[in-house]
């Protein structure tokens, strides 16, 4: 079975700074899928970026990128110019490739931005 | 962007009730699952939601517990049977669309707060 570790309940940074989100996972698979998700006080689930294992290129969304180590088994997300809006609990997930298959999230990191 | 809406939006039941809890999205989509967010805890799969057939539920979850429909591609409803106070929690639901299918995406709905006395 997959797992998926958030080493970091808790985090702050400064608004306009960067921060890094680590998040580690345990897999025998060689191929599959793993996203970070954001969730606001308002609950809604939104999802920030996606990175398929057999990608070495590292995923970027705007101020969102990644940094995908595979042998490590590592997955963190870097906020460039953090912003108020940023702050949310972020789940890391982790996703088998195939069809109806379950996303099996991390415990998540409270991120809170701070002006 | 496709819509996906969930009702109620929140409620408070007593113990041994049960409710039931909509999810409807504006466009067809191939996949559709439910979530269980325990309070200040991570998601937890309950159930694919299978169109036309019975859903399938993960480990630790049963039908009897958690029935769920799925009529058709855009709509899906569970059921929270004879509720106890371990039942407060967030129930979300998630969609996945056919054009992201092979990628993995999922997109969730807004949550249902649930509240047990």
């Known amino acids: 079975a997959q797992t998926v570790t958030q080493s970091q309940p808790e985090m702050s940074v400064q608004e306009a700074e960067t921060v890094t989100l680590s998040c580690t996972y345990d897999?025998?698979?060689?191929?599959?899928?793993l996203f970070w998700y954001k969730q606001p006080p308002s609950r809604q689930m939104i999802l920030v970026i996606r990175?398929?294992?057999?990608?070495?290129q590292n995923a970027t969304e705007n101020r969102f990128s990644v940094n995908f180590q595979k042998a490590a088994k590592s997955f963190s997300l870097k906020i460039s110019d953090s912003q108020l809006g940023d702050t949310a609990m972020y789940f890391c997930?982790?996703?088998?490739?195939?069809?109806?298959?379950?996303?099996?999230f991390g415990e998540g990191t409270q991120l809170t931005v701070n002006p | 962007s496709a819509v996906i809406s969930q009702k109620p939006s929140r409620d408070i039941c007593q113990r041994g009730t049960s409710l039931t809890i909509q999810c409807q999205v504006d466009?067809?989509?191939?996949?559709m699952f439910w979530y269980r967010q325990q309070p200040g805890q991570s998601l937890t799969l309950i159930a694919t939601?299978?169109?036309?057939?019975?859903?399938?539920?993960e480990s630790g979850f049963v039908i009897d517990k958690f029935p769920i429909s799925r009529p058709n591609l855009t709509f899906s409803t569970l059921t929270v049977s004879n509720m106890s106070p371990e039942d407060s929690s967030i129930y979300l639901c998630?969609?996945?669309?056919?054009?992201?299918?092979?990628?993995?995406?999922?997109?969730f709905g807004p949550g249902t707060r649930l509240t047990v006395t």
């Open positions: 997930a982790f996703m088998k490739p195939l069809r109806r298959s379950r996303l099996t």
């Open positions: 466009s067809q989509v191939t996949m």
């Open positions: 897999t025998s698979e060689n191929n599959y899928y």
């Open positions: 998630s969609v996945e669309f056919s054009s992201t299918g092979l990628t993995g995406e999922q997109y």
């Open positions: 939601a299978n169109q036309g057939s019975e859903a399938t539920y």
């Open positions: 990175q398929e294992a057999y990608k070495q």
